[in-house]
């Protein structure tokens, strides 16, 4: 058993250092030296490699956890953009042969260039990455991500719900998104402590520098808000100097705070040197024995964060733009809801088995000829013409309306059908362009009473081989119904 697992088992805290899989020379021997100092402040720490990010050429993470000396397994991160099952099946090989056993994963952001109105690109998402894993190694430890720091009804609530099909797939812990908004903090292990299966939860942490709220801003699912801006770039032109140590007090006040309220440890990023680990190891024992209750943390926590003539800082978006538990909730528009139960209706009418018109059309869907490449080809089409421009359809051949309150996962520049990614942000889509398909789902279940469909109706993958084709033959070819709904 790893160190990771033997951590979590415990229920002792860790440390998990993110490092980039592209490094030098240079960067490698400080990571060595880094791992072989082996702990934070007494925690465990272990080696983990992100995958993907940016995607500029060089090595990913499975070559790079190959170079190390140091014998600590690493956790890898798979992440699913413009990948299918066979790529998934491919690392788990070849980790099995460097005998490596615990795998985080993730959808992924954005692909550089991919433009949504131009070729589509497919990613192979968290939730039917982590069956397929289970499936061929149940003994593995696997994780995936989960962003709690959502300020609309709709994008909260639909993380929460896609975080139980996760668990239900098979996650043995959960990683959250970097965030610096402690009640989300709070809320995210309150909603964990709820599940039925309650699981470990890491936090991602970083040291917040001037230069790295800049890039942050832009950063898909993470929120610096104006008012930390402005006030690190004050705090920066008081001095410098003491700039950098309060930056580093802050994030050794936050690994203290997430212990506190009861993480399983931290996922930890932006630290690249042994000089770097020490200075935030000293500062953590230097804070954490005056820190015995969550009311003296959140006090200093507060005060971190204060500066004489500075206005107060807030880690979320305007009130106006903020639901709370507790507010009146949103309801699906007129609109959509009169959508939905128009297209259960037909569902209904042509697609139950029972029913004399699913029998009939089965029976015409059922017959050989639709195996043959001319009429094959014909049905596509057909298929293609009646539903894209009622649904947006790009016929996936396997189609999964009726688990998606026939709102097309096609239609999610990712092509995500089990619930949203991390990247959105007030409702809209990482790509900007739309309201989240993820967000409109989440109403319509709210109103149409529906929502343990999106809790718990997992979704395969669609293979690259079963695109371009009509569904409607394999829907009634199914030996169960509800595999390849229409």
Same mark, same amino acid.
């Given at each position: 058993?790893?160190?990771?697992?033997?951590?979590?088992?415990?229920?002792?805290?860790?440390?998990?250092?993110?490092?980039?899989?592209?490094?030098?020379?240079?960067?490698?021997?400080?990571?060595?030296?880094?791992?072989?100092?082996?702990?934070?402040?007494?925690?465990?720490?272990?080696?983990?490699?992100?995958?993907?990010?940016?995607?500029?050429?060089? =090595?990913?993470?499975?070559?790079? !956890?190959?170079?190390?000396?140091?014998?600590?397994?690493?956790?890898?991160?798979?992440?699913?953009?413009?990948?299918?099952?066979?790529?998934?099946?491919?690392?788990?090989?070849?980790?099995?042969?460097?005998?490596?056993?615990?795998?985080?994963?993730?959808?992924?952001?954005?692909?550089?260039?991919?433009?949504?109105?131009?070729?589509?690109?497919?990613?192979?998402?968290?939730?039917?990455?982590?069956?397929?894993?289970?499936?061929?190694?149940?003994?593995?430890?696997?994780?995936?991500?989960?962003?709690?720091?959502?300020? %609309?009804?709709?994008?909260? *609530?639909?993380?929460?719900?896609?975080?139980?099909?996760?668990? +239900?797939?098979?996650?043995?812990?959960?990683?959250?998104?970097?965030?610096?908004?402690?009640?989300?903090?709070?809320?995210?292990?309150?909603?964990?402590?709820?599940?039925?299966?309650?699981?470990?939860?890491?936090?991602?942490?970083?040291?917040?520098?001037?230069?790295?709220?800049?890039?942050?801003?832009?950063?898909?699912?993470?929120?610096?808000?104006?008012?930390?801006?402005?006030?690190?770039?004050?705090?920066?032109?008081?001095?410098?100097?003491?700039?950098?140590?309060?930056?580093?007090?802050?994030?050794?006040?936050?690994?203290?705070?997430?212990? +506190?309220?009861?993480?399983?440890?931290?996922?930890?990023?932006?630290?690249?040197?042994?000089?770097?680990?020490?200075?935030?190891?000293?500062?953590?024992?230097?804070?954490?024995?005056?820190?015995?209750?969550?009311?003296?943390?959140?006090?200093?926590?507060?005060?971190?964060?204060?500066?004489?003539?500075? !206005?107060?800082?807030?880690?979320?978006? =305007?009130?106006?733009?903020?639901?709370? =538990?507790?507010?009146?909730?949103?309801?699906?528009?007129?609109?959509?809801?009169?959508?939905?139960?128009?297209?259960?209706?037909?569902?209904?009418?042509?697609?139950?088995?029972?029913?004399?018109?699913?029998?009939?059309?089965?029976?015409?869907?059922?017959?050989?000829?639709?195996?043959?490449?001319?009429?094959?080809?014909?049905?596509?089409?057909?298929?293609?013409?009646?539903?894209?421009?009622?649904?947006? %359809?790009?016929?996936?051949?396997?189609?999964?309306?009726?688990?998606?309150?026939?709102?097309?996962?096609?239609?999610?520049?990712?092509?995500?059908?089990?619930?949203?990614?991390?990247?959105?942000?007030?409702?809209?889509?990482?790509?900007?362009?739309?309201?989240?398909?993820?967000?409109?789902?989440?109403?319509?279940?709210?109103? !149409?009473?529906?929502?343990?469909?999106?809790?718990?109706?997992?979704?395969?993958?669609?293979?690259?081989?079963?695109?371009?084709?009509?569904?409607?033959?394999?829907?009634?070819? !199914?030996?169960?119904?509800? *595999?390849?709904?229409?």
């Amino acid at each position: 058993m790893n160190r990771l697992q033997q951590a979590l088992d415990a229920g002792r805290f860790v440390c998990v250092l993110e490092a980039s899989p592209r490094f030098s020379p240079t960067q490698r021997a400080a990571l060595e030296q880094i791992l072989q100092h082996g702990q934070l402040a007494g925690w465990p720490l272990l080696p983990a490699f992100s995958d993907r990010v940016g995607l500029q050429p060089g =090595p990913g993470p499975l070559e790079a !956890a190959g170079t190390l000396n140091n014998p600590t397994p690493a956790l890898l991160h798979f992440s699913g953009k413009d990948r299918e099952q066979s790529d998934l099946l491919q690392q788990i090989r070849a980790m099995r042969a460097l005998g490596l056993k615990q795998l985080l994963l993730l959808s992924g952001d954005r692909l550089p260039g991919h433009q949504p109105d131009q070729t589509p690109v497919r990613y192979l998402e968290s939730v039917p990455a982590l069956q397929i894993t289970r499936r061929h190694c149940p003994d593995w430890l696997l994780g995936a991500a989960l962003n709690p720091f959502k300020y %609309c009804e709709e994008e909260s *609530q639909a993380q929460y719900l896609k975080g139980q099909k996760k668990l +239900l797939a098979g996650a043995d812990f959960l990683t959250l998104q970097l965030g610096f908004d402690a009640d989300k903090h709070l809320e995210a292990h309150a909603w964990m402590r709820r599940q039925p299966a309650s699981k470990p939860v890491l936090a991602c942490v970083m040291r917040l520098t001037v230069k790295r709220a800049a890039v942050l801003q832009s950063v898909p699912g993470i929120l610096i808000t104006d008012s930390m801006r402005s006030f690190l770039q004050h705090e920066q032109k008081l001095s410098e100097t003491a700039a950098s140590e309060r930056s580093l007090e802050r994030l050794a006040l936050q690994i203290i705070g997430l212990q +506190l309220m009861g993480y399983a440890g931290i996922h930890l990023s932006g630290v690249h040197s042994l000089e770097e680990l020490l200075a935030l190891e000293q500062a953590i024992i230097r804070l954490r024995d005056s820190l015995t209750s969550l009311e003296q943390w959140q006090l200093r926590w507060q005060a971190s964060w204060q500066l004489p003539g500075t !206005a107060a800082v807030c880690f979320t978006p =305007p009130a106006t733009a903020r639901w709370t =538990p507790g507010q009146p909730g949103v309801t699906a528009s007129r609109k959509e809801l009169l959508r939905y139960r128009f297209f259960y209706a037909v569902h209904e009418q042509l697609f139950d088995r029972n029913g004399w018109p699913g029998r009939a059309f089965g029976w015409c869907m059922a017959q050989p000829v639709w195996k043959k490449p001319w009429p094959a080809r014909t049905l596509h089409a057909v298929e293609r013409a009646i539903k894209r421009p009622l649904l947006g %359809c790009d016929t996936c051949g396997t189609c999964r309306l009726q688990d998606t309150l026939y709102v097309c996962p096609e239609t999610c520049p990712k092509g995500l059908a089990n619930g949203p990614c991390g990247g959105t942000r007030q409702n809209r889509c990482e790509f900007g362009d739309r309201e989240c398909i993820h967000s409109i789902k989440y109403r319509i279940a709210k109103s !149409a009473d529906q929502l343990p469909v999106l809790a718990h109706n997992l979704i395969p993958c669609i293979q690259a081989d079963e695109r371009h084709r009509s569904s409607w033959p394999g829907w009634f070819e !199914a030996d169960q119904p509800g *595999q390849n709904d229409p």
